[in-house]
């Protein structure tokens, strides 16, 4: 079989840093080929190599036998290579077939583009590949799943023979994924070489044809994907011995924290985003919020945390140990006892220009164990940094210079965990997607702190898109249909069919569909 990447040697140092070391690597034509590593493991720098977004410090590389020199994106597009990236580079105010042709008009100067010859020549691909979508549709109507069909349709229209996929399923719905590998099939059996990075190793085993293990900037391992075990493949990764699902002994709950009654969400449009949701959650429980993302989740988030758009309406009834939630900005939701994990962490969780060890304590800068004088104590940010990046193993090298986002996604998340799950007197945790863009040996970390929370008598209302997190974690489960809960799974239930999973699964997924 015919090689479509070879990388020989391939370093890459930002500074004394090295994110690369020594790469060696082929891919060969019509394969789905995925890399996988721990966050900051070095894949994202690697493909963004082959990308041409970054030079290499040292090394070579050779498209279809060909030796190749990339100063730019534009140089690797002209030979073959497309890449779509895990956040989307869509314009929401132009349309689908404007933004698949955009920096590829083919057109001269002052001259109209044609239209109806580019919405046939779209039309054409998406039927051969299944993407079906109309190219008339302005991207902001779109869902995640089609707007990620259009980045795919860009590069089949800049006729990409090689697809690099980055983290493409981290926003997606199960659905949207199961449909998303249909394609990535489709892709390489009408040969077309795809390399996917994901840290989702259920993913891997279930699309791919072979699998690099990246580690610390390396290459650990290569192996056809039939060959080995998703717990085979975590430990390459990690280096250690994984657990792949936490120890979650009985709950004990105690008294009611958190009542919600008849809550409603109608938009200033006039939608009703939220239908007389009903639910409790006790100190010392987990609960759980199952569903398909766009159900009413983020509206939920939004009412418990004082962050409801203007001109929204909300309804009902939201109490915290028996005082009213609703109407409350963020500060004083935080100051009842409420700590946060937003689903979304760069717009509503930290600050990527301030350095790791004030974003370790944000939300608790007015403390005075913090301070000295009128300014901030060093000694207390150094050594509350020390302490945090420690327990939850979070990879950063000078946590009062470094910024927080040079970080790898997954230490951007361990950070705010690490900050929510430490503010004094907590009586309620809100984690909304937690794992989100994050690998296994740190979901393994992550949970194991959310059940230590959950001992200590917190009570937690957890909202994942990922059911398996949801069966692994919570005491009760609700599952969110259209604004409401359309069904609960009490505490017997769970701790019953969490032995049965893929069953659980199947059942969990009728009510949220």
């Keep these: 079989m015919s090689i479509a990447v070879q990388l020989n040697g391939i370093s890459k140092k930002f500074g004394t840093f090295a994110a690369n070391s020594n790469i060696s690597l082929s891919i060969h034509e019509h394969t789905i080929h995925a890399l996988v590593g721990e966050n900051g493991a070095g894949k994202s720098t690697l493909t963004k190599i082959i990308y041409g977004m970054y030079r290499p410090t040292s090394g070579d590389i050779s498209i279809h036998g060909k030796p190749v020199h990339f100063s730019s994106p534009r140089d690797a597009i002209n030979a073959g290579i497309g890449m779509v990236h895990q956040h989307f580079m869509l314009v929401p105010t132009l349309t689908v077939a404007e933004n698949i042709m955009l920096g590829n008009e083919q057109t001269g100067l002052f001259r109209r583009l044609d239209m109806r010859k580019i919405n046939e020549t779209i039309r054409t691909h998406a039927g051969n590949t299944g993407l079906d979508i109309n190219p008339d549709l302005p991207v902001d109507n779109l869902s995640v799943g089609e707007e990620q069909r259009v980045e795919v349709l860009k590069l089949l229209c800049h006729d990409a023979s090689i697809l690099i996929f ?8 199960p659905a949207e994924t199961d449909r998303l590998f249909e394609i990535l099939r489709s892709l390489r059996d009408k040969g077309k070489t795809i390399v996917l990075i994901t840290h989702k190793l259920d993913e891997v085993l279930a699309v791919a044809d072979m699998v690099s293990v990246m580690r610390k900037g390396e290459i650990v391992g290569t192996m056809e994907a039939a060959s080995v075990t998703k717990t085979e493949l975590a430990n390459i990764m990690v280096g250690r011995n994984v657990l792949l699902r936490v120890t979650n002994p009985p709950a004990s709950p105690g008294k009611t924290v958190l009542d919600v009654r008849s809550l409603g969400f109608r938009t200033q449009n006039g939608d009703n985003r939220l239908r007389d949701l009903t639910f409790s959650i006790r100190a010392g429980e987990i609960y759980g919020i199952a569903g398909v993302e766009g159900n009413g989740q983020s509206e939920l988030l939004q009412a418990l945390w004082g962050l409801s758009p203007a001109g929204s309406v909300l309804s009902g009834e939201v109490t915290l140990d028996g005082k009213t939630l609703l109407g409350k900005t963020p500060a004083e939701i935080a100051f009842m006892g409420v700590s946060h994990i937003p689903e979304n962490r760069l ?76 503010r004094p007197a907590i009586s309620l945790l809100i984690l909304a997607q937690p794992t989100r863009g994050v690998d296994i040996g740190a979901i393994e970390i992550i949970h194991h702190k959310i059940i230590e929370a959950r001992m200590k008598g917190i009570a937690i209302l957890l909202i994942s898109s990922e059911l398996e997190e949801i069966i692994a974690l919570s005491t009760r489960i609700g599952c969110l249909f259209n604004g409401s809960i359309r069904h609960e799974f009490d505490q017997e239930a769970t701790s019953f069919k969490r032995k049965e999973e893929d069953d659980f699964r199947r059942e969990i997924g009728l009510y949220i569909t």
């Design 166 to 173: 980055d983290e493409p399923t981290a926003v997606l719905t």
């Design 347 to 422: 717009r509503h969780a930290v600050i990527l220009d301030y350095p790791v060890s004030e974003n370790l304590i944000f939300g608790r800068h007015r403390e005075t164990s913090f301070h000295k004088g009128i300014g901030f104590s060093k000694d207390a940010l150094e050594n509350n940094s020390k302490k945090l990046i420690s327990e939850y193993d979070i990879r950063c090298a000078e946590p009062s210079v470094q910024s927080i986002g040079a970080l790898s996604g997954g230490n951007q998340q361990k950070v705010v965990l690490a900050r929510e799950l430490n």
